[in-house]
């Protein structure tokens, strides 16, 4: 009797089914899944800069920093790994990608609030009030997301 050798480029392997999630996506979060990828890559990068003195601009949401490995700069290279990892969730179709896209854009958009509240309550802060643009994406992403979850998780039953 021969023993059938299972290789990892064997055709079996290879036939990995398509679940099609992503037609579910408009085309401009396609966009942004791509350039929070290369931004959460970049991110990354800097660290071991960051580790060695070297200092950079960081910002988002409003938030932003010379300095990556103080408070406010570990919570937003952890905030464009969390994009990142979102992004490549949302692009390899994967179970948990839109519960991390749904609680990424209710963060966002707690955060856009934060910074436009914060210079109202503690004028003294140094920061100033203003309208985050940034909402203008985050409140249609986040509403897509929700409308899209039910869709997504029974495409994830039907192709486990």
Partial sequence: ME??????????????????????????IKVFCWIYLLFGAAA???????????????AMYGLETSSPMSPVGIFLLALFALKALTAF????????????????????????????????????????????LELVLL?????TMLHIKTEWEEASKKHP
Wanted: some cysteine.
């Fill in 3 to 28: 023993e059938q050798q299972t290789d990892i480029l064997s055709e079996s392997f290879l036939q990995i089914p398509r679940r099609r999630r992503i037609k579910m996506l408009p085309w401009w």
């Fill in 44 to 58: 990354m990068l800097q660290i071991p800069f960051a580790l060695t003195g070297h200092s950079f601009q960081t």
């Fill in 89 to 132: 969730y949302l692009l390899r179709e994967m179970d948990a990608a839109i519960l991390f896209a749904i609680a990424d854009g209710m963060l966002g958009i707690l955060i856009c609030t934060f910074v436009m509240v914060f210079p109202i309550i503690r004028p003294d802060s140094g920061m100033h009030a203003g309208f985050r």
């Fill in 139 to 143: 409140i249609p992403y986040l509403n």
